[in-house]
Nanobody, 129 residues
Framework: EVQLQASGGGLVQAGGSLRLSCARSGFTSDDVAIGWFRQAPGKEREGIACFSAEDHATYYADSVKGRSTFSTDNTKNTVYLQLNSLKPEDTAVYYC??????????????????????WGKGTLVTVSS
């Protein structure tokens, strides 16, 4: 059974940083797309980062580009999203997700905020002024 769990959220002052973690298990293939998503209060879910199964490159949404870094620790089956220079508008529930079907590419996930098949529970990031 595929499982994912995001963690590492919390209360952070504006300008601070957090590293979110996503533990993953149960995957049957190495060709897996991994995405980070967030949903702010009253807003639709948006994709903010995506590791492509096609070219093994990472793509970022404009809202976090230059302030975030995706990384992987394969020995721990964990992926990370480093968030820097946090702003109050970054306040949201952050989710990690994955897809083995490879029906879509990262452009789709980032533009639609959806499309991945497996989702983990979110972790809340609150950025105070």
């Amino acid at each position: 059974e595929v499982q994912l769990q995001a963690s590492g959220g919390g209360l952070v002052q504006a300008g601070g940083s957090l590293r979110l973690s996503c533990a993953r298990s149960g995957f049957t293939s190495d060709d897996v797309a991994i995405g980070w998503f967030r949903q702010a209060p009253g807003k639709e879910r948006e994709g903010i980062a995506c590791f492509s199964a096609e070219d093994h490159a990472t793509y970022y949404a404009d809202s976090v580009k230059g302030r975030s870094t995706f990384s992987t620790d394969n020995t721990k089956n964990t992926v990370y999203l480093q968030l820097n220079s946090l702003k109050p508008e970054d306040t949201a529930v952050y989710y990690c997700a994955a897809d083995q079907g490879l029906l879509y590419n990262c452009n789709y996930y980032l533009n639609h905020g959806s499309g991945m098949y497996h989702w983990g529970k979110g972790t809340l990031v609150t950025v105070s002024s």
